[in-house]
Every structure is written in structure tokens, then in C-alpha cells.
């Protein structure tokens, strides 16, 4: 079965940049959508956007100034980078398989916490 | 943007029972509805798709319905296994969003 993993700094200061990796396992990144959400404390999910292998891709219109995905083939990963990060970016981030459509597989998250 | 509201936010139920969630979209999504479970610490699994599909690997226990802007998950017997989190998901326009979530505890 198809397993995602999240890594990246756990603690991110004030006004730089967050950055995520999410690492496939089980199935190729290749013909697929891949996508990051994320849950701030207390709150409910919320969609941050998705990317196509190939690299088309897809923001909340809410985040898309500061939102990069981009998908490397070659390792089977795919990441997300969010500039310009505040206290309200702090939240449990999740990478998942798919975009348009179910997301049929799911890291377990991982916590992002920006402060000083 | 779609607004997606669940009902109830909580319920406390028993081994056996059978349990209703309802899923509420702001606009139609026709049938663009994916329903979650998520448990703490793990990845959410994906049970139900497009209003009433079940997911390969979700127990026959649950089901799904509706179309349009009413929706819902049904389990039909809980097992201890059920006792989670529950969220939808709209798929039928970008941003996807998501509703706030239904916690399923023990009676």
C-alpha cells in the first residue's frame, strides 16, 4: 500500500519560510495529484493546494502568494513551501494523494509551529 | 467558497449502534463528497467517495448518501474500532474545503 511521510523543521520563526517534504512509499508519484492541508489548533482542515507530477498546480486563493508545490520524480517526493510564515501558520500539516478529487492516502501530519 | 457544516459536532454512542452523521455543502456539489475518518496520531483514511462509493478496504458497516447538498455517513453497527473523528470533503470546486468534524466517543 501507498505510505506518505511528512519531514521538515518542526519550529520556523516569524517571517521566514516554511518548508515541508513529503516522501512517497509503495507507488510512484508519477500520474498522480498530490496534495498539502494543514489544521490549525482548534480549527477544522484547510486545503493549502495541490500539484500534478508533471508540476501544474492548483492554491487556496487564500495562501496562493506564498504557496510553492513542486513534485521531484526523481525521489519520489513532493514539497511545500510557505513564505512570510506568522502564529496564524501554526498547525499540523498533512501531505495527501490526490487534488481534484478523494484523497485516498494520507501522511499522519506533522506539527509546524512558528515562533520566535 | 463552499461552506461545509456537520451535525452533530459530537455524539457519545454505544457498541452496536447505529449511527447517523450529516454533512451539509452551501451550494450543490452533485455528488463531489468524500467522507474521512481520523483517529489521533494517524492519517486520515478515506471511506466513503462520490456521496456513496465505499473505499476498498472500509468495513461494509459504513455507508453514505445523498446528493446535492444533504448528505450523509451512516454506521450501521459501531465498533470499538469507530470511535474517531468524522469529516467530509468537498471535491466539486477549488478551494476543496472540508467540514469542522462529528467526535464519536464512548457512551
Known sequence: QVQLQESGPGLVKPSETLSLTCTVSGGSISSQYWSWIRQPPGKGLEWIGYSYYSGSTNYNPYLKSRVTISVDTSKNQFSLKLTSVTAADTAVYYCARGGHSPYDWWGQGTQVTVSS | ?107
Open chain 2, 1 to 107: 467558497d463552499i461552506q461545509m457544516t456537520q451535525s452533530p459536532s459530537s455524539l457519545s454512542a454505544s457498541v452496536g449502534d447505529r449511527v447517523t452523521i450529516t454533512c451539509r455543502a452551501s451550494q450543490s456539489i452533485g455528488d463531489y463528497l468524500n467522507w474521512y475518518q481520523h483517529k489521533p496520531g494517524k492519517a486520515p483514511r478515506l471511506l466513503i467517495f462520490a456521496a456513496s462509493s465505499l473505499q476498498g478496504g472500509a468495513p461494509s458497516r459504513f455507508s453514505g448518501s445523498g446528493s446535492g447538498t444533504e448528505f450523509t455517513l451512516t454506521i450501521s453497527s459501531l465498533q470499538p474500532e469507530d470511535f474517531a473523528t468524522y469529516f467530509c470533503q468537498q471535491s466539486y470546486s477549488t478551494p476543496i474545503t472540508f467540514g469542522p468534524g462529528t467526535k464519536v466517543d464512548l457512551k
